[in-house]
């Protein structure tokens, strides 16, 4: 994870002192790109500790279409805590964008059943694995989940906001636009997050698993973050895990969280931060 540890040191060399929503103030840098090879091994950050269980079970809750942190609770998962109201919801956030797009524009399917055009919603999940299998040179594999009609319903708008995956050369990539990224304690779980549904994806679809590369607009380190980030820096990589995938599994909606084993993941111990909220 040496290219992670680039960036966080381009930020502190190069980056503007900012102030920012949560009134903690950071040094950001707008506008990075990094390359994660997955054949150099799984992009787990190895410098701390990371939990792994809220990485896992995030990307699961996400693929279910769920947006209430009952799920997480109930696995042991707090990172969503501060954001849910008192029911547990956080409004209609990644998976339910992802898996049920709103849309007022009829489908054809939808025309055909139905006279009038009617409240309908789109499961962009299953449209890119559909896509992927019929047109696999297309340059429009993308998932949004920014959509600007229902921002104010969200407990937070989305940060990782948009991904296109495309395949070339027998490989299949993804690339992450994140319009704001906390360096520290966001960004280990974004990289491993999108990573690991490369590899979903791949699986599924019967592709090796090329490149993460994750593109960021406001790449920022909080001010209270700074000592922290300088305690990691002075520590030594290990070798990057590998991801097994325990059986073979045909939809991407069946994977279970025992499914993914992360051998040889040998890591510094973890660090605490406070998250700006
Ligand atoms: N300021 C901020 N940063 C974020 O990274 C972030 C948000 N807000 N809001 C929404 C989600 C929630 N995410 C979070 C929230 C907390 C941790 C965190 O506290 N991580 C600790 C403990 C991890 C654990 O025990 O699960 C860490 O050391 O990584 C990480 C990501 C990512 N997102
Ligand atoms: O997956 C995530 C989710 C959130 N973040 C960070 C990025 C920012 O520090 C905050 C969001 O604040 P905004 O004012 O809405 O930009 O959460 C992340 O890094 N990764």
Known sequence: MKQYHDLLRHILDNGEASSDRTATGTLSYFGTQTRY????????????RLHLKSIVHELLWFLSGDTNIKYLKENGVSIWDEW????????PVYGAQWRNFPSLVATDKQKDDHPLYHRGSIDQISN?????KKTPDSRRLIVSAWNPAEIENMALPPCHTMWQVRIVGGKMHLQLYQRSADMFLGVPFNIASYALLLKMLAHVT????????????DAHIYSNHVDQVNTQLQREHFPLPSLKIRRTVSSIFDFKFEDFEFENYQFHPSIKAPVAV
């Open 128 to 132: 890119l694995i559909e896509a992927i």
């Open 37 to 48: 090879p997955l054949r150099d091994g799984f992009p787990l950050v190895t410098t701390k």
């Open 206 to 217: 019967g592709y090796e698993a090329g490149d993460f590369i994750h593109t960021i607009g």
């Open 84 to 91: 849910a109201d008192e029911t547990g919801n956080l409004g």
